[in-house]
C-alpha cells in the first residue's frame, strides 16, 4: 500500500490584493506553485490552506517573485 506523501512549504511570497491578501506558496516537491487569498487570521494556517485548496500557480514564475517567508523543515 503506499501512502500520500505531505508536500510541506518551502516559501511564501505575500501580496495585499484588492479586498485581501494574497499568498503564492511554493513547496518542497512538484512543478507547481499555489496561489490563494489569505482568509484566516494566521499566517500559517493561511499557507496550509492555500497549499491544499489554491489554485496551481507556473513554478518558473513563482520563483522569480520577492520571498516574504522561507520554512525551514527537520528530518
Wanted: hydrophobic fraction near 35%.
Amino acid at each position: 500500500m503506499s501512502t500520500n506523501v505531505e508536500n510541506k512549504p518551502k516559501q511564501v511570497t505575500w501580496f495585499n490584493g484588492c479586498g485581501g491578501r494574497i499568498g503564492i506558496v511554493v513547496g518542497e516537491n512538484g512543478e507547481h506553485a499555489y496561489i490563494g487569498m489569505a482568509l484566516k487570521h494566521d499566517e500559517d494556517d493561511d499557507v496550509d490552506h492555500i497549499m491544499k485548496y489554491g489554485a496551481k500557480f507556473p513554478l518558473d514564475a513563482a520563483l522569480l517573485l520577492p520571498v516574504s517567508k522561507h520554512y525551514t523543515h527537520e528530518s
